[in-house]
């Protein structure tokens, strides 16, 4: 399953980047996706509590942050968000696109209780 790959190597970054903190237990977790990766938030959410169960980030809270596509029209220039995937430039109707956004897949932060100092 998607969502489940993508969580396990979110998990191993978590656990690592928390270990080397000294962080006993972790209080949520904040991702930012992008639109472009086809994530559903629920799903995303609903494998994090399996993985995170019997690690230091059981219970925490996995907040979703999605990130709209960007692009940027090749012919004119223009930046503009993609809605509705439809790559097509608001002010020259070009088609060429590339795409500047949307693409995100990351941890963008951690809450951590009972951190060791
Ligand atoms: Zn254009």
Redesign the pocket.
């Known amino acids: 399953m998607h969502e489940a790959s993508i969580v396990s190597g979110l998990m191993r970054i978590l656990l690592d980047h928390a270990a080397r903190h000294g962080v006993r237990r972790i209080a949520s977790v904040t991702v930012k996706v992008g639109r472009l990766r086809s994530v559903e938030p629920r799903a995303l959410i609903g494998c994090f509590e399996v993985f995170a169960e019997d690690t230091i980030a059981e219970g925490a809270e996995l907040l979703v942050e999605s990130v709209p596509i960007r692009g940027r ?6 930046e503009m968000e993609i809605a509705g995937f439809v790559f097509r ?6 088609g060429r696109i590339t795409v500047t956004s949307g693409q995100e897949l990351y941890i963008d932060s951690f809450e951590a209780t009972d951190a060791l100092s």
Do not use: H, L, P, V
């Open positions: 029209c090749d012919d004119c220039g223009a430039c608001d002010r020259c109707q070009g």
